[in-house]
């Protein structure tokens, strides 16, 4: 079974910092790439950031950009987003996003970032 184990939020003073990971485990298949996204209230959910487990390239939103910092742990088949100069704006659930080398996909349950004061 495959689970997301997703860590870190929590609530931040506006300019703070915060640092996500998601470890996965009970993948048969390997991971092509994992991503983070997040959801506010009455909005959409967003890609936040994405990064290639086998290249590490990585994409973010514009939104982010300069801001947040995706990385990845082959050997521990975790991604991690570092999250500085947080504004309100940046107050969502965030979800861990992993896809296989075959097209699976999960999710994690979320991870609840407030930036408040």
């Known amino acids: 079974q495959v689970q997301l184990v997703e860590s870190g939020g929590g609530l931040v003073q506006p300019g703070g910092s915060l640092k996500l990971s998601c470890l996965v485990s009970?993948?048969?298949?390997?991971?092509?790439?994992m991503a983070w996204y997040r959801q506010a209230p009455r909005k959409e959910r967003e890609q936040v950031a994405s990064?290639?487990?086998?290249?590490?390239?990585?994409n973010y939103a514009d939104s982010v950009k300069g801001r947040f910092t995706i990385s990845r742990d082959n050997a521990k088949n975790t991604a991690s987003l570092q999250m500085n100069t947080l504004n309100p704006e940046d107050t969502a659930l965030y979800y861990c996003?992993?896809?296989?080398?075959?097209?699976?996909?999960?999710w994690g349950q979320g991870l609840q970032v407030t930036v408040s004061s």
């Open positions: 996003y992993v896809q296989s080398v075959v097209n699976d996909v999960y």
């Open positions: 990064i290639s487990f086998l290249t590490g390239s990585t």
């Open positions: 009970g993948m048969s298949r390997a991971i092509y790439r």
